[in-house]
């Protein structure tokens, strides 16, 4: 099982970024609609924190209240790949943004997900 981000960088305040997941390994990918997707953020000297997820079939979404209105998380089952679009980005959005799966129900803690990818940065800053 392997989950690859892709997709961040150095982006300026107001700016926009749309970060990549995909899948990789069996049974994950032949299963991948039976894992609910999240997004989260790790910024120096803070604990990890949920952005966003979303449920096995892509019909329930949720957000962190600091992302609400601005990130979007979607995801094609068929190309085994999860986004998060990403827009009005804030200084304090900067961090390292990781990709999450788990079997059947959404993660609500860091803990509580079985599945990680190796990280991406994202860099808000002028």
């Known amino acids: 099982v392997q989950l690859v981000e892709s997709g961040g960088g150095l982006v300026q305040p107001g700016g926009s970024l749309r970060l990549s997941c995909a899948a990789s390994g069996r049974p994950f990918v032949t299963y991948f609609d039976t894992y609910a997707m999240h997004w989260f953020r790790q910024a120096p000297g803070k604990e990890r924190e949920l952005v966003a997820a979303?449920?096995?079939?892509?019909?329930?979404?949720d957000y962190a209240d600091s992302v609400k209105g601005r990130f979007t998380i979607a995801r094609d089952n068929a190309k085994t790949t999860v986004h998060l679009l990403m827009n009005s980005l804030k200084p304090e959005d900067t961090a390292v943004y990781y990709c999450?799966?788990?079997?059947?129900?959404?993660?609500?803690?860091?803990?509580?997900?079985?599945?990680w990818g190796q990280g991406t940065q994202v860099t808000v800053s002028s």
């Open positions: 979303i449920s096995k079939s892509g019909t329930y979404t």
């Open positions: 999450a799966a788990r079997s059947w129900v959404l993660c609500s803690t860091p803990d509580e997900c079985d599945y």
